[in-house]
């Protein structure tokens, strides 16, 4: 079955970056499907923050998070990474990597998530 | 600020019908697909609607979507509650303005 594995909880200062890492296994990670990354501060509701298509690195990122957050992917190991850099404490959140149902599918059926990553900034 | 708008809360006996509406706009719920999400506390959201009605594998048919075009609103139905319904439920759409998925802030259902 699809598996999306997160890599642990971070604790970052203001200023600083985190680098949030998502394994997929269950599915052919280099064909068509993309990946993206959705956000929920404590308390708060879901927020996107862009796709990236694996195999291609096509990256689309919500206007707010276009100039600081950067997603790749690394294939040999099928893998995708969200880094947001300048970090503020507004960013705390649990992020979570996702995939569509179908294959080629961009953002009709979020339907496989990680488990979550708490990001933590604080100084 | 959200651009999908939910009320924050709904409530209903067991075994009764609840409707959660979901309103937006053309750029989004008017022109684009709806999906539907199911959060439990501390727990990654769940797929629970796409492509406007469409279940996915092991979501039951107590669960339906409808939407409406011109008044850019859809509505998840939920019929024979049960106390583990309880949970937070969002709404979702790609909006073609923003070139971003957008979603509502979501529902607090209480089973009472």
């Known amino acids: 079955q699809v598996q999306l594995v997160q890599s642990g909880a971070e604790v970052r200062k203001p200023g600083a970056s985190v680098k949030v890492s998502c394994k997929a296994s269950?599915?052919?990670?280099?064909?068509?499907?993309?990946l993206h990354w959705v956000r929920q501060a404590p308390g708060q509701g879901l927020e996107w923050l862009g796709w990236?298509?694996?195999?291609?690195?096509?990256?689309l990122y919500a206007q707010k998070f276009q100039d600081r957050v950067t997603t790749t992917s690394d294939t040999s190991i099928s893998t995708v990474y969200m880094e947001i850099s300048s970090l503020r404490p507004d960013d705390t959140a649990v992020y979570f990597c996702?995939?569509?149902?179908?294959?080629?599918?961009?953002?009709?059926?979020?339907?496989?998530w990680g488990q979550g990553t708490l990001v933590t900034v604080s100084s | 600020q959200t651009v999908l708008t939910q009320p924050p809360s709904v409530s209903a006996a067991p075994g009764q019908k609840v409707t959660i509406s979901c309103s937006g706009n053309?750029?989004?719920?008017?022109?684009?697909?709806v999906c539907w999400y199911r959060q439990f506390p501390e727990k990654a959201p769940q797929l629970l609607l796409y492509?406007?009605?469409?279940?996915p594998s092991g979501i039951p048919d107590r669960f339906s979507g409808s939407k409406s075009r011109p008044s850019a609103t859809a509505t998840l139905d939920i019929t024979g509650l049960q106390p583990g319904d309880e949970a937070h439920y969002y709404c979702?759409?790609?909006?073609?303005?923003?070139?971003?998925?957008?979603f509502g802030g979501g529902t607090w259902l209480t089973v009472l």
């Open positions: 269950g599915y052919i990670f280099t064909n068509n499907y993309y």
């Open positions: 492509d406007n009605d469409l279940r």
């Open positions: 990236i298509n694996p195999n291609t690195g096509a990256t």
């Open positions: 053309k750029s989004n719920i008017g022109t684009q697909y």
């Open positions: 979702a759409a790609w909006d073609s303005s923003l070139r971003a998925v957008v």
């Open positions: 996702v995939r569509p149902l179908h294959m080629g599918e961009l953002t009709r059926s979020l339907g496989h």
